[in-house]
């Protein structure tokens, strides 16, 4: 039983990086260019507010944004559902008149049902189920429709289900685990900051991968708004700077010339808080690393919690955004993401697995 659950994961997770793996070297260039905006932006050489900014800007998060198309079309290639309706489903995801008021936090409803309000752009598992689900009923309906309307009518009724299921079931579901989470953490904070740290500073890069981090994000946004700190996003950082680590040990590790260049760039992209690259491209289809993260996002939350860091501003945890937590215990968060770094170096260092694994498409 137990090697049928280990075969069922290890599927699970070839799959879902085999999703990524086609467009990881972009993931690391827009993550870098993003990166390098930060750091302009924190340095005063470029403003925010400038022209050139919003150019560059969406340069570097169109592809997070619109993440979902892109997993539209590799997801389908990858589960063999038609990647062209899957894309066309994804941008009823992102269709900007239903997007705003779901983003708000609106229900609407269709034909009675309710659609709870969820955040779609930058998200990853809704859109994966939905590229599997739309598999099934595409089969379903060669099986079942004449040939002489197959054509048409294949497209328009996978659009209308897998549309309907996916804003039905799929996106409230993530929504619903990632809330009951985040006051689960809220509860462990109230009982020990040091416990949280570790429990958050664990899970959190693997919860990205399903989504369910954005709950904690919006927490974080909440607690700016209203309070002008919040402890969320500091316990979040030794966790990103753990997935620059690890890549960094695996690239040494690694004798494939291509894959190094791969590697430096998603651990580069890591520490200017754009984890994607070295999650879905380096460490997570070798598991053991990812492994690694969770061990030095754990011990460096631990840290980060009792340091008592806050951030002051809202910011995703990087290398750029460390002045946003500059106040009480900054010195000791800083060494906590030194410490989340190092230690998830070390263990990938000290664990034995296959580096150079082959791409298969």
């Given at each position: 039983m137990a090697e049928k659950k280990k075969s069922a994961v290890n599927v699970i997770i070839d799959g879902i990086s085999g999703i990524f793996l086609p467009i990881v070297n972009l993931l690391s260039a827009a993550g870098i260019l993003k990166g390098v905006?930060?750091?302009?932006?924190?340095?005063?050489?470029?403003?925010?507010?400038?022209?050139?900014?919003?150019?560059l800007n969406a340069m570097g998060d169109s592809l997070f944004y619109f993440l979902p198309m892109i997993l539209a079309f590799t997801a389908?290639?990858?589960?063999?559902?038609?990647?062209f309706t899957a894309v066309v489903i994804a941008g009823i995801l992102l269709y900007p008149s239903l997007t705003t008021p779901l983003e708000a936090g609106e229900t609407l409803r269709f034909l009675g049902f309710p659609l709870k309000g969820v955040t779609y752009h930058s998200s990853v598992i809704p859109m994966i189920l939905a590229a599997g689900m739309l598999y099934f009923v595409e089969r379903l309906l060669e099986h079942v429709l004449p040939d002489l309307v197959k054509d048409f009518l294949t497209p328009l009724l996978s659009i209308l289900v897998v549309g309907f299921t996916?804003?039905?079931?799929?996106?409230?579901?993530?929504a619903m685990v990632g809330d009951v989470l985040a006051i689960g953490y809220g509860f462990v904070y109230g009982l020990s900051p040091a416990i949280a740290g570790f429990c958050l500073g664990a899970v959190i890069q693997p919860m990205v991968v399903f989504g369910f981090h954005w709950s904690f994000i919006l927490i974080g946004m909440n607690n700016i708004m209203v309070s002008g700190q919040d402890t969320v996003l500091a316990l979040m950082g030794p966790a990103v700077f753990a997935q620059s680590g690890a890549a960094l040990a695996?690239?040494?590790?690694?004798?494939?010339?291509?894959?190094?260049?791969?590697?430096?760039?998603?651990?580069l992209s890591a520490l200017f808080g754009i984890t994607e690259p070295a999650m879905f491209g380096v460490n997570l289809p070798r598991k053991k690393p990812m492994a690694a993260v969770c061990v030095?996002?754990?011990?460096?939350?631990?840290?980060?919690?009792?340091?008592?860091?806050?951030?002051?501003?809202?910011?995703?945890?990087s290398l750029a955004a460390l002045p946003v937590f500059y106040g009480k215990g900054f010195g000791l968060y800083v060494v906590s993401c030194l410490i989340g770094f190092a230690t998830s170096f070390a263990v990938t260092m000290s664990l034995k697995f296959t580096v150079d694994i082959p791409y298969q498409d």
């Open positions: 905006l930060a750091v302009l932006s924190a340095a005063a050489v470029l403003s925010a507010e400038s022209e050139t900014y919003l150019v389908a290639r990858k589960f063999g559902s038609n990647p996916t804003l039905f079931l799929f996106g409230p579901f993530g695996v690239m040494i590790k690694s004798k494939d010339k291509a894959f190094q260049t791969i590697c430096a760039s998603a651990a030095g996002g754990g011990i460096g939350g631990i840290l980060a919690g009792i340091s008592g860091a806050k951030a002051m501003a809202f910011a995703f945890p």
